[in-house]
Structure formats: structure tokens, C-alpha cells
Nanobody, 122 residues
């Protein structure tokens, strides 16, 4: 049984930093893509960041809204995904979800966590 559990959310002032974690169990995701998404009340879920495996190292992709401020990474030994967030803005307030694909060539994310709340005050 695959399970993804997010943690690290909370309340932070604008300009501050926060690190989210996603602990995976049930399978190893070191060579499969994983990502972070977020959803604010009344809005659709949106893509935040993505990390995938290659022979030369992990590849990362970011939404334009977070590029330069957020860093996605993972610790394969711990089977854990991270999202380091800095220079946070009130518009970053949302529930953040961890997701993982089931195969290298999967076209969509198959596994999702329950989410962790991030609130940025102005």
C-alpha cells in the first residue's frame, strides 16, 4: 500500500521561509517523478514544482510564480521529498500536496498525500 504523508506546514510572515516534507512508504520513488501542487480556497489545484530522475542527476521544473524562491529536492535514502520555500508571499497561502508517479513514463500523478496547510501573513 502506497502512502504519502506531508508535514511542515504552518503560519509564517511574508518574506519568511518554510520547508515541507513528504514521507513516502509502500514503494521506492527514487527513479520516479514526484511533485508538489497547491490549492487555495475557491481555486483550482495548481502545479508548483516537479523532480524527475536521469543518469546525470535529478531534473527539476518550477512554476513561474515560485521559480527562484522555492527548491524541490529529495533524499532517496529516506524516500522523502522536500520543498524549501523562501521569500514567501501571501499569495503562496494554500494547502500543499505531495504527488508521485507510478512509472518513469507515467503521464499523470497516481499517488497523492492529504496535504499540509501553509499560511503566509502580510
Amino acid at each position: 500500500q502506497v502512502q504519502l504523508v506531508e508535514s511542515g506546514g504552518g503560519l509564517v510572515q511574508a518574506g519568511g521561509s518554510l520547508r515541507l516534507s513528504c514521507a513516502a512508504s509502500g514503494r521506492t520513488f527514487s527513479r520516479y517523478a514526484m511533485g508538489w501542487f497547491r490549492q487555495a480556497p475557491g481555486k483550482e489545484r495548481e502545479f508548483v514544482a516537479h523532480i524527475s530522475w536521469s543518469w546525470s542527476g535529478d531534473r527539476t521544473v518550477y512554476a513561474d510564480s515560485v521559480k527562484g524562491r522555492f527548491i524541490i529536492s529529495r533524499d532517496n535514502a529516506k524516500n522523502t521529498l522536500y520543498l524549501q520555500m523562501s521569500t514567501l508571499k501571501p499569495e503562496d497561502t494554500a494547502v500543499y500536496y505531495c504527488a508521485a508517479k507510478s512509472t518513469i513514463a507515467a503521464t499523470s500523478y497516481d499517488y497523492w498525500g492529504q496535504g499540509t496547510q501553509v499560511t503566509v501573513s502580510s
